[in-house]
């Protein structure tokens, strides 16, 4: 289940006052990432310290905010991750395999479903480090106000305003970049995108 422990960490993003510039750094952040939905494939790299590979995945994401998503990896990890609002299925197709998890117990420590929420969400929950514009990308650095979570800090990266890039750097500096490609934002998405038909021949877990 180490895999399933990775992705559903870095589904799961968005102590000290904030000055006037980072509240408006801030705003600025939110206000990019305002959309109401959001698809992308994307490429993810998890590296470690000393910055060797340790896991390579391709496939699709699909978010509608305020808590739904969709997420798919491609061979040689095939894998579907799942959420309602309610209920997260994470199938593993080698396995045959579903864990379902109830949503409200992951949403605190996955930063990826903090985005999911409000504004006022982010604020509670974010520090903002620094902002700076890099070839034509703007940067923003992230770190989770709460001391138990296992990740340091996190970059966000847009290109032309459409969030392009994240960087996890968890407290063993261990790193998790994703990129995405074939951005569409505020699209429709069918309903039943958000659920999951349990296999008759998988094993069902339950945490």
């Known amino acids: 289940m180490l895999l399933h422990k990775k992705i559903i960490f870095f589904l799961g993003l968005f102590l000290c006052a904030v000055t006037p510039v980072q509240a408006a750094t801030m705003d600025s952040l939110i206000e ?22 340790l896991q390579q995945l391709e496939g699709v994401i699909t978010f509608e905010k305020p808590n739904k998503f969709y997420w798919q990896s491609q061979e040689p ?17 080698d396995l045959e395999q579903v864990l379902i998890q109830d949503y409200a117990k992951q949403v605190d420590t996955t930063p990826m479903l903090l985005l999911l929420q409000n504004t006022a969400a982010l604020k509670e929950n974010f520090t903002l480090l620094q902002s700076k514009v890099e070839k ?22 847009f290109t ?3 969030l392009s890039y994240l960087l996890f750097v968890d407290q063993l500096k261990q790193t998790t970049s994703i990129r ?17 038909v ?3 021949d998988a094993d069902v877990l339950y945490e």
């Not at 990308?137 to 966000?156: A, G, P, T, W």
């Not at 995405?180 to 999951?196: T, Y």
């Open 160 to 162: 032309d305003k459409k």
């Open 77 to 93: 990890f095939p894998q579907e991750l799942v959420g309602n609002g309610k209920l997260i299925w994470h199938f593993d197709a």
């Open 136 to 157: 034509n990308q703007q940067f923003y650095s992230l770190q989770m106000h709460d001391k138990k979570s296992n990740v340091e800090r996190i970059d966000i990266g």
């Open 32 to 53: 990019l990432l305002s959309f109401k939905q959001y698809s992308a494939d994307f490429q993810q790299k998890t590296m470690d310290q000393k910055e060797s590979l």
């Open 180 to 196: 995405f490609s074939n951005i569409q934002l505020d699209q429709p998405v069918a309903a039943d995108k958000f659920e999951f």
């Open 198 to 200: 349990i296999p008759e």
